[in-house]
Nanobody, 122 residues
Framework: QVHLVESGGGLVQAGGSLRLSCAAS????????MGWFRQAPGKEREFVTL???????YYADSVKGRFILSRDNAMNTAYLQMNSLKPEDTANYYC????????????????WGQGTQVTVSS
């Protein structure tokens, strides 16, 4: 079993920054691709970004150029630096471990954290 814990969420003004963390513990085994999703009230969970074991990253167009995802493999932790935040970034943010299937699909991930709330005020 793998346990993921997100932290770092909070309230920030538009244009501000936050850094989220996702710590993995348990039977993490070999390095896996890790993704971040977000879900706003009344909306579906949407893909934000992912990082492959080697450190390459991919971003949704909505966050490209503003968010930076990195990982510390020795610490089994990933960091999502969010800059130039906008009110539309307000959501609960989740990290997850990729299993198989399309990277954009939540169903392709088999371990999830509990989420951390990010609220961006205008």
């Amino acid at each position: 079993q793998v346990h993921l814990v997100e932290s770092g969420g909070g309230l920030v003004q538009a244009g501000g920054s936050l850094r989220l963390s996702c710590a993995a513990s348990g039977r993490t085994g070999s390095l896996r691709t890790m993704g971040w999703f977000r879900q706003a009230p009344g909306k579906e969970r949407e893909f934000v970004t992912l990082i492959w074991p080697g450190g390459s990253t991919y971003y949704a167009d909505s966050v490209k150029g503003r968010f930076i995802l990195s990982r510390d493999n020795a610490m089994n932790t990933a960091y999502l630096q969010m800059n130039s935040l906008k009110p539309e970034d307000t959501a609960n943010y989740y990290c997850a471990l990729y299993n198989s299937g399309g990277y954009y699909r939540p169903s392709s991930y088999n371990y999830w954290g509990q989420g951390t709330q990010v609220t961006v005020s205008s």
